[in-house]
């Protein structure tokens, strides 16, 4: 049996090699692919296990050549004729079996039995966490892993679509990813699962937040998959390993200068495909929704803040998260205000990290009355500083629900969450909460 590949490959050997491929009774050519974004939207739905991939393809790298090794494939590396620094290049990226452009058909079919002989590897990708947690959790297995969802039911509560919880909130990082993060973890059952995404173009940090550290492909691989038409539920739950029962993880960007990938129209699109596989789309925004005035006559330009515009567009609630200090809560009140230019979804306001330290004494009284002074905001949820559970969940690259249950910030996200669900989850964590009492 043969391996289906691809090609992506620049030089005008092109059809050579594709040639080379399919008479080597090794791999029969899938795609030839135009380019990288292609390529890896090919890779991430799953139709090849090789590549054969020129070393001046535009935008390779040492990342995008371990993104394919996540997807379970395997890379030819070619380069051109002569080209020494090419071929080290490559090399250095890990793609170890490489030939030149114009070989001919034995040293391309040697190469290839080499290539086909390997296992899939996984490679980590480059900037690890400086502090990796100690229990990292285990790889997704790239070649199944879609979780059985094939043929499941659709995730909404009526058969329908679920339902798109985005966090956002200001600048000066008052706890939008904590937040998020243990939201989709107290939302997520195995009968109402939740997919966390990670849309912070400025500084994606829930994969380090949960401890996934074998880097999985996430919202950049799904935004590609999406652009080619690629995108169902089966290639997203591919893409979206379990964390936990019931809880998924879209990871973010590795890199923040990689935000062009994330354009908003995309985004958009993964975001629509997430409801149809998870109850509770929990997404974690970046805290700037301004648009860029100068692009704004460029309607397909990307744009830095697209992905976080695209959640907020997206929402059926917006978590608006703000400090509990007095700069925090005045760019909270300015936050709330822009957040009406952009959704006129309903919109929970929760103040983290409230401490008498801060803003003086009876501290949730205080907040209350100014948020709804100069906010008109009636209603917040109060998350209280709790730097010891959540330092230890930060470290330990666990949710609150996982290290420190009961703790006081996971008490107040299951009532964050329990207040997004309605009225019977209410009733729940009541009990719930006698029963941390009486332990
Ligand atoms: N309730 C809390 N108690 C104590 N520490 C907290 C709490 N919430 C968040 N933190 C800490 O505050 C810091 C910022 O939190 P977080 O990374 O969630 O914010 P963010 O808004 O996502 O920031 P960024 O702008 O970097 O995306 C982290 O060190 C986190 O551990
Ligand atoms: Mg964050």
Redesign the pocket.
Known sequence: MTLPALTAVTHRWESDLAAHLDRSGHVHVARRCADLAELLGCAAAGIARVAAVSVDLRGLDASTVAELGGYGVRVLGVHPPADEVGARTLRRWGVSEVVSADAGFEVVEAALAVVVSEPAVRVPEAGSPLLAPADPRPAADPEGGDGGVEGRDPAGPDGGRGSIVTVW?P???????????NLAAELGTPDAPSLLVDA?T????VAQ?LGVLDEAPGLAAAVRAADQGLLDRPALARLAPQVQPGVRVLTGLPRADRWPELREHAVADVLQECTRLARWTVV?A??CLERDEELSFDTAAPRRNGASLAAVSAADTVVV?G?ADPVGLQRLVRAVDELAAHTVAPQTVVV???RAAAVGRDPDRRIRDALQRFAGVSRIHV?????????T??LRGRTLAETRPGS??HQ?IVRLADGLRGPVAERRRRRRAHRWRAS
């Open positions: 909130g600048t000066g990082a008052p706890g939008r990813t904590t937040v998020a993060v912070d400025y500084g994606a940090a937040c974690d970046g805290f998260v400090r983290n990290r409230v998350v209280p500083d709790d730097p010891a559970a959540v330092d969940a930060l006081p910030a107040a």
